[in-house]
């Protein structure tokens, strides 16, 4: 990845239209449930989402691996999917970015009232 890839978020899209595009060969229940899944890892991406690309690489080649087996997406996912999210990013209490913002917000609200008080 060069710079200008980095800065535009080229490689993003190109790897999402990539997701996208094997998402599309997958049967329907499986096209809903990493619907689903992708709704619930957004909670998890940074800034810029690159820290999701992995997890949601991983997550579709499971759902290819495990159609093409012919499993049910329910023996795959159970009927948790946010839960199997968590796991994905990090298990339960993983930080989402309304964890860091709060906690950005209280440090700048702390350093402000150490400032009127000091």
């Known amino acids: 990845m060069n710079f200008w890839e980095t800065v535009t978020g080229s490689d993003i899209t190109r790897e999402w239209k990539a997701f996208e595009a094997r998402a ?7 096209r809903a ?3 689903e899944i ?8 940074g800034f810029t989402g690159r820290n999701l690309m992995p997890i949601l690489d ?5 759902l ?6 012919g499993q049910s997406i329910h023996e795959v ?7 199997f999210c968590a796991a994905l990013a990090g298990g339960e209490g993983a930080r989402t970015y309304r964890d860091r913002w709060r ?10 009232l150490a ?3 000091g």
């Open 38 to 45: 992708k709704g619930h890892l957004f909670p998890y991406a």
């Open 58 to 62: 991983n997550a579709l080649g499971l």
């Open 24 to 30: 599309e060969t997958l049967p329907a229940d499986y």
């Open 64 to 69: 290819e691996e495990t159609a093409s087996d």
């Open 103 to 112: 906690d950005q917000l209280n440090r700048n609200v702390a350093r402000k």
């Open 33 to 35: 449930a990493w619907e």
């Open 77 to 83: 996912l159970g009927d948790d999917i946010g839960g």
């Open 115 to 117: 400032r009127l008080g």
